[in-house]
């Protein structure tokens, strides 16, 4: 790769000093002269019909300025499948669900308000298993009116209902060959179930927003979402008004992994602050977060592999069953999404998959980094381990034998281009010593070592727009709408603008995610914004650059395609003594001399290729490919149950690195999350309750959870992508993905038992144990 004097140096974050010092402006931090405090009012009930709601108590207490119900606002519905209102209006479908909301001078009145609402119901069967709420006939129908919603525009094509099955609101399908002949051609055939609990995000800051409509007709929204242009569209939408009076603004966020998904908080605020002509403040409590937020959806999954006596993979066919909760969220996307993470890393001649995304009446679920890819990883990667024990083989060997390469084509008909599988594969197999027998401790602990492979797709065919601000001094102003949510995207703009100006990283400033100022974006999901937004940025500089070469050209007297830039200078190719300084171009007033500002823009869309809907065949119906590997060190103990981690690490594949420091804290993260999946997180959800709604019962990890740092390693694999701004490309959704299956097959090669159902907690180890040795288990 060439050497570049911006992109792959380690730079300091350009928001670093801000937070160390807690300068960094949060929207919790919002305050306006006569804010109000809002608070919804949640059902008890996971099921129920709304027969009245009595508000006139809580409107007469005194503070309070405001209260409305579903019935007062309007009824346009929120999701990509168009299910679900701001406030319940004539029914409830999972316990917490909002149905009244109050506005008061504090928030204690607003809370006491909200008590004093008086909502009678009449309780409905309820269905919280989603293989018994997938069946013809249920126990109860969530959405009786589900094939008459609609679906909101997306850039790949809506799949399949089963009106025959009105729990199910999406089926994916994937077929590629013909899966029976190839388990009649295999020579061992292995099938198997796994499953993944839900989630939750654990996110720092709570969700929250503040709306203000101003004296100029303008509403105003601060808001934790992570498409802001996206949540003005439905702000506009449903409320009626103009998208010239709707604002989004968005600052740092205080952590996202793909829990930000609550347009219903950010329009009740909006609701409020129409009705009452004030400004109003609402933030959910932790143990609303839990139950409000689209935790990670917990999912079922089947899997059955045939293969050769030599470890060669001949067929797969696997099912995924998704507890999507009481609504969509974007459990579209989720469905279709989950696929990837087993298409793209193996060759398969024969492969089925069918996702099923049921409605139930548990709290709604959404996504989580990874958008589905772990639970398929977990499944595919622990059966890898399987097959090859069957066989006799090295699970390492048997990855290898049937990873896909460059240029090779995929099961939906993609040539697979930026690969690093095999090398990421290959580091982590070097770095844990695969291969030599770990130290044996006495005593009843024991020691086993792991290995997983896995990726992450991208979303093509959506659009990022920029603009490039050069200044009379020379400065650089980026203007972006991808969201700060802790990933450091703000500091990877300001490279890329600095490497395309020979610039350095202080002479630019970012400004973002402010719908009045900065231009669109379609969201900080997917891993797309190094990628997406990059390209915009990069497009934008280079618009910005050839009118400044313009200018330049007519005092120089020399053809603007002689001309480059470095160091605020602007100077011929070949003589760069002759030249002149950008401010030169400018008045002292700080105009250009031709008039005007200088402003470049930048847009990028990701090609997309039509899909078949009933086979999922596309030429190129993802962005791009991340691959990483995992590998994992444990100690079990025998007696306890008890997990503890020796080594954990990871390598990924990101095309090129902008900020190696950066893509080593991304990989942090992952291994830290993925360590939880593993071993820990449970979100306990009994007859729609959830019963750990907290920090102190749920148990995510914590640093003494992990090993120490010299035993923990962060490592790269980089594979350019033709298309990615200096070949780079997003990958931190794919970090956690392939952590839990290898902590799960070390786990299983210490002990010899496999824990099939996630998180591999100490009682069900004790149990299998048990279960091994053909006693029963403790209670």
Same mark, same amino acid.
């Given at each position: 790769m060439t050497e570049l004097s911006v992109i792959g140096k380690n730079t300091l974050r350009i928001d670093a000093l801000d937070k160390v010092t807690g300068k960094a402006k949060y929207v919790i931090d919002v305050m306006l002269p006569g804010m109000l405090y809002g608070k919804m009012l949640r059902s008890p009930h996971p099921h129920a019909r709304i027969i009245n709601i009595d508000t006139s108590r809580a409107a007469r207490l005194a503070g309070v300025k405001a209260v409305i119900t579903g019935r007062d606002i309007s009824p346009e519905r929120l999701g990509f499948i168009r299910d679900r209102t701001v406030l319940?209006?004539?029914?409830?479908?999972?316990?917490?669900?909002?149905?009244?909301?109050?506005?008061?001078?504090?928030?204690?009145?607003?809370?006491?308000?909200?008590?004093?609402?008086?909502?009678?119901?009449?309780?409905?069967?309820?269905?919280?298993?989603?293989?018994?709420?997938?069946?013809?006939?249920?126990?109860?129908?969530i959405h009786p009116e589900l094939l008459k919603y609609a679906l909101h525009p997306l850039p790949f094509p809506p799949y399949r209902f089963e009106p025959d099955r009105p729990n199910i609101l999406i089926h994916r399908h994937v077929e590629h060959g013909d899966?029976?002949?190839?388990?009649?051609?295999? *020579? !061992?055939?292995?099938?198997?179930?796994?499953?993944?609990?839900? /989630?939750?995000?654990?996110? /720092?800051?709570?969700?929250?927003?503040?709306?203000?409509?101003?004296?100029?007709?303008?509403?105003?929204?601060?808001?934790?979402?992570?498409?802001?242009?996206?949540?003005?569209?439905?702000?506009?939408?449903?409320?009626?008004?103009?998208?010239?009076?709707?604002?989004?603004?968005?600052?740092?966020?205080?952590?996202?992994?793909?829990?930000?998904?609550?347009?219903?908080?950010?329009?009740?605020?909006?609701?409020?602050?129409?009705?009452?002509?004030?400004?109003?403040k609402m933030a959910f409590t932790r143990e609303e977060v839990f139950i409000d937020s689209a935790s990670r959806e917990p999912m079922v999954l089947y899997i059955k592999d045939g293969v050769k006596k030599d470890g060669t993979l001949v067929a797969r066919e696997m099912k995924a069953i998704i507890n999507a909760g009481a609504y969509s969220s974007l459990i579209v996307q989720i469905a279709r999404s989950s696929v990837f993470a087993t298409v793209g890393v193996y060759r398969m001649p024969h492969f089925k998959f069918d996702a099923y995304a049921v409605a139930t009446n548990e709290p709604p679920y959404g996504p989580f980094i990874g958008f589905g890819g772990s639970h398929i990883?977990?499944?595919?990667?622990?059966?890898?381990?399987?097959?090859?024990?069957?066989?006799?083989?090295?699970?390492?060997?048997?990855?290898?034998?049937? !990873?896909?390469?460059?240029?090779?084509?995929?099961?939906?008909?993609?040539?697979?281009?930026?690969?690093?599988?095999?090398?990421?594969?290959?580091?982590?197999?070097?770095?844990?010593?695969?291969?030599?027998?770990?130290?044996?401790?006495?005593?009843?602990?024991?020691?086993?070592?792991?290995?997983?492979?896995g990726c992450r797709q991208t979303i093509a065919g959506t659009t990022s727009v920029a603009a490039v601000k050069v200044h009379e001094d020379g400065a650089i102003e980026v203007r972006h709408s991808a969201h700060e949510v802790g990933q450091g995207c703000n500091t990877t703009m300001a490279q890329i603008a600095a490497e395309e100006f020979g610039a350095t990283v202080d002479m630019?400033?970012?400004?973002?995610?402010?719908?009045?100022?900065?231009?669109?974006?379609?969201?900080?999901?997917?891993?797309?914004?190094?990628?997406?937004?990059?390209?915009?940025?990069?497009?934008?500089?280079? *618009?910005?650059?050839?009118?400044?070469?313009?200018?330049?050209?007519?005092?120089?007297?020399?053809?603007?395609?002689?001309?480059?830039?470095? *160091?605020?200078?602007?100077?011929?190719?070949?003589?760069?003594?002759?030249?002149?300084?950008?401010p030169e171009l400018f008045t002292p007033l700080g105009y250009l001399v031709k008039g005007g500002e200088l402003v470049g823009n930048g847009v990028f869309t990701c090609p997309i290729s039509s899909e078949d809907i009933n086979t999922g065949q596309g030429k190129r119906v993802v962005a791009y490919l991340s691959h990483g590997a995992n590998a994992a060190e444990v100690a079990v103990n025998t007696e306890t149950g008890e997990v503890k981690l020796l080594r954990l690490?990871?390598?990924?594949?990101?095309?090129?690195?902008?900020?190696?420091?950066?893509?080593?804290?991304?990989?942090?993260?992952?291994?830290?999350?993925?360590?939880?999946?593993?071993?820990?997180?449970?979100?306990?959800?009994?007859?729609?309750?959830?019963?750990?709604?907290?920090?102190?019962?749920?148990?995510?990890? /914590?640093?003494?959870? /992990?090993?120490?740092?010299?035993?923990?390693?962060?490592?790269?694999a980089p594979a350019p992508h033709r298309e990615g701004p200096y070949g780079a490309k997003g990958f931190a959704e794919n970090t956690p993905v392939p952590v839990a299956p290898a902590i799960g097959n070390a786990v299983y090669h210490a002990i010899g038992v496999r824990i099939k159902d996630l998180p591999i907690t100490k009682e069900k180890i004790l149990a299998a144990l048990a279960a091994k040795a053909g006693r029963a288990s403790a209670p």
């Open positions: 319940a209006i004539d029914r409830v479908r999972f316990i917490g669900e909002p149905v009244a909301a109050v506005a008061a001078v504090t928030r204690e009145l607003a809370e006491e308000a909200a008590g004093l609402i008086r909502v009678d119901y009449e309780p409905l069967p309820a269905v919280f298993d989603p293989e018994e709420a997938m069946k013809p006939n249920p126990a109860a129908v899966v029976e002949q190839g388990f009649k051609e295999s *020579d !061992l055939v292995l099938e198997d179930r796994f499953s993944a609990a839900p /989630m939750q995000h654990c996110l /720092m800051e709570p969700h929250n927003c503040v709306a203000q409509m101003g004296a100029d007709g303008i509403l105003t929204v601060w808001t934790t979402t992570y498409w802001a242009h996206w949540f003005k569209a439905e702000v506009s939408r449903v409320m009626g008004l103009p998208p010239s009076r709707v604002r989004v603004i968005s600052l740092y966020i205080g952590g996202n992994f793909g829990g930000r998904t609550t347009p219903h908080l950010g329009l009740t605020a909006a609701l409020l602050a129409l009705k009452t002509q004030q400004p109003v990883v977990w499944a595919v990667e622990n059966h890898m381990d399987m097959l090859a024990e069957k066989l006799e083989m090295d699970p390492l060997e048997m990855r290898r034998r049937n !990873l896909l390469k460059e240029a090779d084509e995929d099961v939906c008909g993609q040539i697979n281009h930026s690969t690093g599988a095999r090398e990421c594969l290959d580091k982590m197999a070097g770095w844990i010593e695969w291969g030599t027998t770990p130290p044996l401790p006495s005593g009843s602990w024991k020691v086993g070592k792991g290995v997983a492979q630019v400033k970012v400004v973002f995610t402010d719908t009045a100022i900065t231009p669109f974006e379609f969201g900080t999901v997917s891993m797309r914004s190094t990628f997406n937004t990059g390209n915009a940025v990069q497009l934008a500089c280079q *618009d910005a650059k050839r009118q400044l070469f313009a200018l330049a050209s007519a005092k120089l007297g020399v053809p603007a395609e002689g001309l480059d830039i470095r *160091d605020n200078r602007i100077y011929v190719k070949g003589v760069p003594e002759r030249g002149l300084r950008v690490g990871g390598c990924y594949d990101m095309g090129r690195p902008i900020n190696p420091k950066a893509c080593e804290a991304m990989i942090q993260m992952g291994l830290a999350i993925g360590t939880g999946t593993a071993l820990t997180e449970e979100m306990v959800v009994r007859e729609g309750r959830i019963v750990n709604p907290n920090f102190m019962d749920y148990k995510a990890p /914590m640093a003494m959870d /992990m090993p120490s740092t010299d035993r923990v390693a962060y490592q790269f």
